[in-house]
C-alpha cells in the first residue's frame, strides 16, 4: 500500500513538473530589442511572424545581431531556417500550460 502512495505521488509531482516547463514566462524591459527576446528563448519553440505575413516556428538555435537560426522548423522535417531579424515584425511564444 505504501508503494502505491509513493507511487502515485511521484507520478504526480513529475505531471506538475512536466506542465510547467511546457509554457514560458514572457516579460519584457524597456532595453529590450528582438535579438535580446530571442537570445533569451534559446532552446525554446517560437514562431516569428514575418513583415510580409509568413511565420515560421522553429526551436530557437543560434542569435546574432542580423540574424536567428530556428531548427526543427514546424511542417518541415530535417530543416533549419535563418530569418532576418530586420523581418521580424512580432515574436509569438505559448505561456498557457
Known sequence: MN???L???L???VLI???SA??????IKNSDTIQSLLEA?????VTLQLNGGEEMTGKVRFVSKELVQLEELSGKDYYDG???IKKIS???IRVKK
Open 11 to 13: 507520478i504526480t509531482m
Open 90 to 92: 512580432a515574436i509569438v
Open 22 to 27: 511546457l509554457a514560458a514566462d514572457l516579460s
Open 17 to 19: 513538473f512536466a506542465q
Open 41 to 45: 528563448k534559446k532552446g525554446t519553440i
Open 7 to 9: 507511487f502515485a505521488s
Open 82 to 84: 535563418i530569418v532576418d
Open 3 to 5: 508503494y502505491r502512495r
